[in-house]
């Protein structure tokens, strides 16, 4: 049985989420075994976000998931099942 490692990564920004991913895909670690810290009440770091359907949202700073700006992050979470979309493209 192969010993699976605990990682630890600090803030709940894209940079986390990315890791978290690629340790997922790369380094076959369990989803389980990986755990994000945020200081904050929100996870996304700069590109968290508030609002709702009715009223619209606002990312602050202005920041935008645009497809243009953030190709790689979009190729690389579209590899990843979630709660709406149970099989990614990749599965």
Known sequence: MKLQPTIYLIGGG???MAAA???IQDG???GKN???FEG???LGGSNDGAGSIKD???CRGGRMLNEETYE???ELFDRIPSLDHPRSKRN
Do not use: P, Q
Request: zero cysteines; a neutral charge.
């Open 14 to 16: 894209l940079a986390s």
């Open 72 to 74: 790689n992050f979009w």
């Open 21 to 23: 991913a690629y340790l």
């Open 56 to 58: 619209g949202f606002v």
């Open 40 to 42: 904050m009440k929100i």
């Open 34 to 36: 990986i755990h994000i």
């Open 28 to 30: 076959h670690v369990d």
